[in-house]
């Protein structure tokens, strides 16, 4: 499977202000998608990033709140701006590579996210 | 469109005992399903998939499932439970020939393992 790396792996943050999570691949996948899973709950997806145009956002999520970038096909950054403690959260990218296997999805380590 | 249901956000088996994890789905058109594994504090390590062909797949670390369309169901087995194997399982569907890649998952069901 490829390679998945994300940064922070942890954070402890102050309300009001805003984290950037990189996700980054090994090789080119062909999509990468952003998910949520809140404290004891299940994935909910963010967003489909897309290489080179605007993010597509699931119904709940909007792009002011979660601003998303994927400038090339390895790499991909989800911000969480104006934090709340409800977004208290493990955030995971996942990949889905021609290389591998093109109906499955990968996913990073997440990264951990306290808002105080 | 699809959905997941996961039956016990919560099992406990005895070390060497069956494991068996339930998931059913809904979904208007073929489904690919999976069941994917999160150990504490770590990211989702997929276990096993069906996508076509055989019903019974095989998966990592002794576990399998078998896609049954009458029953719409996928549950996840293992005919003797590890301590290791305690985690938390997602059983997730998705729908390709729809022409979306994108998961639907279910609850989860957190796996105890007595000794």
């Known amino acids: 499977s490829a390679v998945i790396s994300q940064k922070p792996s942890r954070d402890i943050c102050q309300r009001g202000t805003s984290l950037t999570i990189q996700c980054q691949v090994d090789?080119?996948?062909?999509?990468m998608f952003w998910y949520r899973q809140q404290p004891g709950q299940s994935l909910t997806l963010i967003a489909t990033?897309?290489?080179?145009?605007?993010?597509?956002?699931e119904s709940g999520f909007v792009i002011d709140k979660f601003p998303i970038s994927r400038p090339n096909l390895t790499f991909s950054t989800l911000t969480v701006s104006n934090m709340s403690p409800e977004d208290s959260s493990i955030y995971l990218c996942?990949?889905?590579?021609?290389?591998?296997?093109?109906?499955?999805?990968?996913f990073g380590p997440g990264t951990r996210l306290t808002v105080l | 469109a699809q959905s997941v249901t996961q039956l016990g956000s919560h099992v406990s088996v005895s070390e060497g005992a069956l494991v068996l994890l339930r998931c059913n789905y809904s979904?208007?058109?073929?489904?690919?399903l999976f069941w994917y594994v999160q150990y504490p504090n770590q990211g989702l390590q997929l276990l096993l998939k069906y996508t076509t062909g055989a019903t019974l797949v095989k998966g990592i670390n002794g576990f399998e499932a078998e896609f049954k369309k009458s029953e719409t169901s996928f549950h996840l087995t293992k005919p003797s439970a590890h301590m290791s194997d305690a985690a938390e399982y997602f059983c997730?569907?998705?729908?390709?020939?729809?022409?979306?890649?994108?998961?639907?998952f279910g609850t989860g069901t957190r796996l105890k393992v007595l000794a």
């Open positions: 997730a569907v998705s729908a390709p020939t729809s022409g979306t890649y994108k998961y639907i």
């Open positions: 996942s990949v889905v590579s021609s290389r591998h296997s093109t109906d499955t999805q990968y």
């Open positions: 979904s208007s058109v073929p489904p690919y």
């Open positions: 090789s080119q996948v062909t999509m």
């Open positions: 990033a897309n290489q080179g145009s605007e993010a597509t956002y």
